[in-house]
């Protein structure tokens, strides 16, 4: 039954293309393609996680452990030697650590920005995207809280960091950025983790349902959906509920980047000592958070056959939005030199000139292409629905993205006010074994994700459809969305 279904709206999608009204709510171009019926959806959300996984699954899990294991030995080996290892020296005392660290808080923001904010504002084509882009959120947290876990180079005394007297009876020190970091991504994973539970409840009710009777799977799935029977009453609870978190979540949006950007804005540095980095953070979080969700949903959507549910038009809001974020973190990009040399401040116009003409001027000007640049592309609708052109500027943006913190951090203390103490740093490998492993532990978690959690929230979807509202407003026949690969508006 479930694989006649699957045919007949495979069959669907190849004969139309796109189905061929408008959205009968908004007047819009559809959300979903093929006018798929609930149980449909049902079916095409559930494949991956009840067929066996294709070949591609394993490579990828294959290649996310390896990764990940060289991830433990870098760790392990740091602990044993010390920070030593790395190349972190006078004057550059923080280098890939908290660079690593910055980058991936950064990549956690768009998963709240697609479910909590754009919930909100009712943006209803967030549904097909959101549930992904909030397990991304937890699995980037789970990476950044990393590097402050190994950078002090003594583990085993962080519990010295929590509200809590220790044995010798001090307290944390809460003027430390250390301490405001910590607070700051611990509250943001929290609330994001309790998030994306309360989303999945009628999902694993459902999944739980369709388990066979007595295995493991049911009795998993049974435990957290907590009892869901899916009546009048559970979802008044439910949408209360998920309201609620979401009006808590969306302002962590905007104060998590900001207190990790007191870090640097706090200083007496040149470089660093500057009122526009909290909102120039915030943009560039989002900026990058989105670029790693066009990333995963360009590989996910042609896996695990779900491109009638995550279509080109969902590449072509979330492109957009990198256009604007692209754009306002190009405009501080500019604001920061003119502000180094209006203040008339001579450190302070060294170092921003050091950057662009210095020995790390090929950092600067990655950075630069990469992040304002390359989003430029997308002003033409053709660019915003070219699947391969989308998924090479995503990484290309993240490549940006990482270099812009990478360029922040090492460019201001590589030539401090002594040039007796100028050096130039040099990353190590085992600098780089923990980057690329921090990376297998974030493919690690998302590759178990999609294998057993429903990684599309099938409730959310189903809203959006036509049959999901009673009196359906009639709309006249109207020109059809161009779905076609890189097809023109």
């Known amino acids: 039954m479930a694989e006649a279904v699957l045919q007949d709206l495979d069959a669907q999608i190849a004969a139309h293309g796109v189905h061929p009204d408008v959205d009968p709510i908004d007047h819009r171009p559809p959300l979903i393609l093929g006018a798929p019926d609930f149980h449909a959806i049902t079916e095409a959300v559930a494949r991956p996680i009840e ?45 890939w650590d908290i660079t690593n660290f910055v980058f991936w808080v950064g990549i956690g923001h768009a ?42 180079g003594r583990p085993w ?63 998993l799935n049974g435990l957290f959906a907590l009892g869901w029977r899916g009546g009048h009453r559970q979802w008044q609870h439910y949408e209360r509920a ?12 905007l104060s998590v980047h900001s207190v990790v950007s007191f870090d640097f804005a706090t200083s007496q540095l040149p470089g660093w000592h500057t009122t526009i980095f909290p ?34 038009l969902h590449f072509d809001r979330m492109a957009r939005l990198i256009l604007a974020t692209g754009s306002i973190v190009g405009y ?37 292409t990469c992040n304002v640049v ?19 500027a995503s990484i290309f943006i993240n490549i940006g993205m990482w270099f812009e913190r990478f ?20 990353p190590t490998i085992w600098d780089i074994s923990t980057l690329v492993g921090s990376f297998g532990l974030f493919f690690t978690l998302f590759t178990l994700f999609v294998r057993f959690l429903p990684m599309v929230a099938m409730a959310e979807v189903k809203g959006v459809l036509p049959q999901a509202h009673a009196q359906p407003h009639p709309v006249a026949p109207s020109v059809p969305y161009r779905q076609e690969e890189g097809a023109p508006a």
């Open 111 to 152: 998963g709240t920005l697609i479910s909590a904010v754009l919930f909100l504002v009712r943006q209803r084509w967030r549904t097909s995207i959101n549930r992904a882009a909030e397990a991304m959120t937890l699995f980037a947290v789970a990476c950044a809280l990393l590097f402050p876990t190994i950078h002090t």
């Open 51 to 95: 067929w066996k996984p294709p070949l591609g699954w394993w490579i990828v899990l294959g290649i996310s452990l390896s990764m990940l294991a060289l991830l433990g030995v870098a760790v392990g080996w740091l602990f044993w030697e010390g920070i030593g290892v790395w190349g972190n020296m006078i004057p550059v005392a923080w280098a």
């Open 407 to 426: 360029v922040i951090i090492v460019t201001s203390l590589h030539r401090d006010f002594m040039p007796a103490n100028w050096d130039y740093f040099r």
């Open 242 to 253: 998920y309201l609620l978190l979401a009006g808590l979540a969306t302002p962590l949006v």
């Open 374 to 392: 390359v989003p430029q592309l997308f002003w033409f609708k053709k660019a915003r629905v070219h699947i391969p052109l989308l998924f090479v």
């Open 157 to 219: 005394l962080d519990y010295w960091m929590l509200p809590v007297p220790n044995q010798m009876g001090m307290w944390p020190q809460f003027r430390s950025p250390l301490m405001w970091d910590v607070f700051a991504v611990s509250i943001y994973g929290t609330v994001s983790l309790i998030f994306w539970y309360v989303g999945l409840i009628p999902d694993l009710a459902t999944m739980r349902d369709r388990s066979k009777p007595g295995s493991l799977a049911q009795r």
């Open 332 to 368: 501080a990009y500019a604001t920061e030199f003119f502000v180094a040399w209006y203040s008339g401040n001579l450190y302070e116009f060294f170092t921003f000139r050091n950057r662009a003409m210095g020995p790390y001027a090929w950092a600067y000007w990655t950075m630069v």
């Open 279 to 312: 909102p120039y953070f915030v943009a560039g979080a989002i900026f990058s958070g989105l670029a790693m969700v066009i990333t995963l949903m360009v590989i996910c959507r042609v896996a695990f056959k779900m491109e009638h549910i995550i279509n080109l």
